[in-house]
């Protein structure tokens, strides 16, 4: 879940820990947080795995800074994931968000709009949200539920909007 918000940033630009476990919140942090015990082990299996680089740099005010920089195998890494993305960063919701902040990242129109279009298709495809012990969908409209009325009716109206936005996108985009 970390990896992509970490390639995304830093193939912005360089970031110390801080900094980028900052911008990882702003991004999702009120969704899902961000440990210090999640980030720093993710930072160290992408340099590890030779997709970012450390150096220390001199603090302002304080003692040293660790800084981290994406190497071309890690941009090269960031492409790939906005390229393929995995099914559940199609899926979920916050997960697409994700790719989203950093779609942008990638070359050409088409490969933007291709994504864009995997997440209008699992959108599209009948869901439920409920289901019985077999595993088969079952109808959530019932009228003296007040709260699965409104999740149903929040569900909805947001699906409603990202689908005519991911449309418009997959227009402008030339898809």
Wanted: overall charge neutral; cysteine-free.
């Amino acid at each position: 879940m970390l990896e992509l918000p970490i390639l995304g940033f830093l193939y912005e630009q360089p970031l110390h820990g801080y900094e980028l476990k900052e911008r990882i919140k702003a991004l999702s942090g009120h969704v899902r947080p961000v440990s210090d015990g999640a980030l720093y082990p993710a930072i160290t299996r992408l340099a590890t795995a030779g997709l970012l680089d450390e150096h220390t740099e001199p603090g302002t005010r304080a003692a040293a800074r660790r800084v981290l920089t994406l190497t071309a195998a890690g941009r090269a890494a960031l492409l790939d994931r906005l390229r393929g993305p995995k099914d559940i960063e199609i899926s979920d919701h916050v997960r697409f968000n994700t790719l989203l902040a950093f779609l942008r990242h990638l070359p050409g129109p088409a490969e933007q709009a291709a994504v864009l279009r995997r997440r209008l298709d699992f959108l599209e495809t009948p869901a439920s949200f409920f289901y019985d012990a077999e595993g088969r969908p079952v109808r959530a409209e019932e009228p003296d539920d007040l709260f699965r009325r409104g999740m149903l009716t929040v569900a909805r109206a947001t699906g409603k909007a990202e689908r005519a936005w991911l449309r418009e996108a997959i227009a402008e985009l030339g898809g």
